[in-house]
């Protein structure tokens, strides 16, 4: 059957959100996410963008907002290690799997299960917020409180960027597409077929996220498929 993708699937269910989800498929799944988030999000080109020129002029503090397993983090971390650049790295995770999964693997990332609001209610303050495939997760009323905690969390001058996939018919039999050679075997030890297919139902479009977001805020889309929120503040001391 040929999915309804005319409107958001919000009451749609990621697997591996079931608190009672296998654990070792759950596992294989953060490991698989360094490969799929390779292809699809493009976190090299937002580094090189907009993080990497921001981290030439001063140390900055990066929070990666709805981590998981925590491999954008690592590859941010990574990245600014090789360029010589003192990038703190905070992965936040709500939860505990994904975080106690995540902290096993290193990478010089500090690790935290917490949510936004309670960063904010903790005066943490940093230079760059950024979430990816987070945004399809949310209802109005969260997507609407990750906007306001984000653009608290950045008082000195930042960037907010989150990025998630945008839902189109193209994105899903893409995605459907081409994953399906790999069902039986890469992808059958995991949920990254199922779920992925799953976000993309819930997913917003650039008209339905344009429609919601505060004066201040930007709708971006890109290749493939992406779509990026995004929020700039410039430096209070400039």
Known sequence: MRADLSV???????????????????????????????????WRTVYRRDIRPLARQRSIRVLDVGAGGGDVSRALADW?????????????????????????????????CAYTSELVDAGETYDVVISNHLLHHLSG???????????????????????????STLAYLAFATGTLPFAGN???????????????????????????????????????ARIELRYEVADAGS
Do not use: C, K
């Open 80 to 112: 600014s290690r090789r360029d010589g650049l003192a990038v703190d790295v905070t992965a936040l995770d709500a939860d505990a799997r994904a975080i106690r999964w995540a902290r096993s693997r290193g990478g010089g990332v500090e690790y935290r």
């Open 141 to 167: 009323a969260e997507l609407t409180a990750l906007m306001r905690d984000s653009a608290a969390l950045i008082p000195h001058g930042g960037l907010v960027i989150h990025r998630d996939i945008a839902r």
């Open 186 to 224: 890469l992808l059958s030890d995991s949920f990254i077929r199922a779920d992925g297919l799953t976000s993309i139902r819930r997913a917003y479009t650039p008209a339905e996220l344009s429609a919601v977001v505060p004066s201040g805020w930007q709708v971006r889309t890109a290749l493939p």
């Open 8 to 42: 958001r699937a919000v009451d749609a269910r990621e697997l591996m959100d079931d608190p009672d989800a296998d654990a070792r498929m759950l596992e294989r799944t953060y490991e698989r996410f360094p490969l799929i988030n390779a292809v699809v999000s493009r």
